[in-house]
C-alpha cells in the first residue's frame, strides 16, 4: 500500500492548523472532512500534479 502525503491546513472554524491526508493520484478533488479539534465540517479543496499537492484550501461548509 503507498503512503498518502500530508498537508496542513487551517480550520475556518477554530483557527486550529490540522494535518489531513491528500490522495494525489486525483488532479482535482473537492471533499468534506471534520476538523479534528473542533469537528465542524470543513470542505477541502485540492489541486495535484504529478503526485504532488499543488494547492490545498479550507472553507467553512457555507462558502
Known amino acids: 500500500m503507498q ?3 500530508t498537508a496542513n491546513i487551517q480550520c475556518p472554524y477554530c483557527w486550529e492548523t490540522i494535518e489531513v491526508l491528500v490522495d ?3 488532479e482535482h478533488q473537492e471533499y468534506i472532512e471534520d476538523c479534528s ?3 465542524r465540517p470543513i470542505t477541502i479543496i485540492v ?3 504529478d ?3 499543488v494547492s490545498i484550501e ?3 461548509e457555507d462558502e
Do not use: M
Request: charge should be negative; include cysteine; aromatic fraction near 0%.
Open 24 to 26: 494525489c493520484s486525483v
Open 37 to 39: 479539534v473542533c469537528c
Open 47 to 49: 489541486e495535484s500534479s
Open 51 to 53: 503526485g504532488d499537492v
Open 58 to 60: 479550507s472553507r467553512a
Open 3 to 5: 503512503n498518502l502525503p
